[in-house]
């Protein structure tokens, strides 16, 4: 795999066309529309899981427990499931792995519906949809560059990412109009239907027109090779060390528009669902960036800028007493994160062997959502004794001084534009 890098003196091809190349490809643009509708399900029931939970206790923690409870389960299954991403065929594990997320959301439904409403059983199905999403994030990360030519990754990756994050704007806006007009059994029912759409792209992919390599390791065996990989690869140390900021840091404010809505600003619902939508815009509005509409830019450059800017914005959220303030701080804030975590992101996927590839990206996502779930149950739990309004402007001053030190250490983030590995 050769890196692709813009010539001496430019940034190379540009405009819009380049930014969406990989939708040029038929099977990688099955599967991002797919995706986009199943993601804006589950971030649909990500705003719903903590809405109830609060409305039930009253309490921010209980936030900080639901995020924790459906997201660290990737933590723990990360050696099995980057093991399966590199042993089997990804689409049948991502199709597998779909059925069986499709029947947890059914279950969380039909337990809304019956009346449960005791948070350890909203948790406890928050976190068996966590266990089923642990098994195939790897899978997920790993599948979407066998789609498209080494010459288009750099795009299929910022284009899998925009849909991600523009599912954060489309669910939580229709989960908050959902929840005001018809309560949350309808967000969590729509959320169980959305995972057909990504099943049937998965069903109709082309098969003959991707490719994987097939790699056998006994599962620890494969792990520690992949820590031994990682290990000799500065650019990807230091993007998982980038994304691990991210998530600890600034990730969990998507938790905390909901605690801001409810004990801040005290709006309805409806209002919340925009809220949260900012975050999951700002996202969409930078992905023009990162594809690489305006040139493909350096990632030590784009980084440079875009944490300490992502720090500031958090700030402007967190010092917020008004909805107009912690509008404008959530929608660039989500601009900021998408910026960061998708150059971390490509930086990885570039430099990386396909023969490891899943495993990688195991570690990666392992790092990346350990350390928001943490993130989230220790800022929460210090919004409860503390306020949340100066949790989240210490989460923000705290990412202003890491993006400090990357600027005033070039060298450090001048890794994330290392050369592929062609091993």
């Known amino acids: 795999m050769t890196a692709v890098a813009a010539p001496p003196g430019g940034r190379g ?53 639901a995020a924790f409870a459906g997201i660290f389960p990737a933590v723990i299954l990360g050696p099995v499931a980057g093991n399966l991403a590199d042993r089997f065929d990804r689409r049948m594990v991502l199709i597998v792995g779909q059925v069986a997320a499709a029947l947890a959301a059914g279950a ?11 948070p350890y059983a909203v948790v406890a199905l928050a976190a068996l949809s966590g266990v089923i999403g642990g098994f195939t994030l790897p899978t997920w990360q790993s599948f979407v560059p066998t789609l498209v030519p080494t010459s288009d990754l750099p795009s ?34 729509l959320n169980a239907v959305s995972f057909g759409a990504v099943l049937v792209a998965l069903l109709v992919i082309d098969t003959g027109q991707t490719s994987q390599v097939i790699t056998r390791r006994p599962v620890v065996r494969g792990f520690v090779e992949a820590l031994r990989y990682i290990r000799a690869q500065p650019g990807i140390v230091v993007s998982m060390a980038l994304a691990s900021i991210v998530a600890f840091l600034g990730f969990p404010l998507a938790s905390f528009v909901v605690i801001f809505a409810k004990q801040v600003y005290a709006v309805e619902p409806w209002a919340l669902g ?25 990632r030590a450059g784009t980084v440079r800028v875009a944490l300490p800017l992502y720090g500031l914005m958090i700030m402007v959220f967190g010092t917020s007493t008004t909805v107009w303030q912690g509008a404008i701080g959530l929608l660039f804030s989500g601009m900021g994160f998408l910026t960061v975590v998708v150059t971390s992101n490509t930086a990885v996927q570039t430099i990386v062997a396909d023969r490891i590839r899943g495993r990688v990206m195991a570690v990666r996502i392992m790092t990346f959502t350990g350390s928001y779930p943490l993130g989230a149950l220790v800022q929460t739990r210090l919004s409860d004794i503390v306020g949340p309004r100066t949790v989240v402007t210490v989460a923000g001053i705290i990412v202003v001084a890491f993006g400090l030190l990357f600027v005033s250490r070039p060298a450090l983030a001048a890794h994330l534009d290392d050369p592929s590995d062609d091993s």
């Open 274 to 298: 925009l809220l949260s939508a900012l975050l999951g815009l700002g996202s969409v509005l930078a992905g023009p960036i990162v594809a690489g509409v305006f040139g493909d830019l350096s």
């Open 108 to 118: 969380l439904w039909l337990a809304w519906v019956q009346g449960v409403r005791n």
């Open 13 to 65: 091809p540009s405009g819009f066309n380049h930014g969406l190349r990989a939708l040029r490809h038929r099977n990688f643009k099955r599967f991002w529309f797919g995706a986009l509708i199943s993601n804006s399900g589950t971030w649909l029931q990500n705003l719903t899981v903590p809405y109830v939970v609060l409305e039930i206790t009253d309490a921010a923690t209980w936030v900080g427990i």
């Open 156 to 189: 299929a990756i910022s284009l899998n990412s925009l849909q991600f994050n523009a599912a954060r704007a489309i669910g939580p806006a229709i989960g908050g109009t959902l929840i005001a007009a018809f309560g949350p059994a309808w967000a969590f029912a």
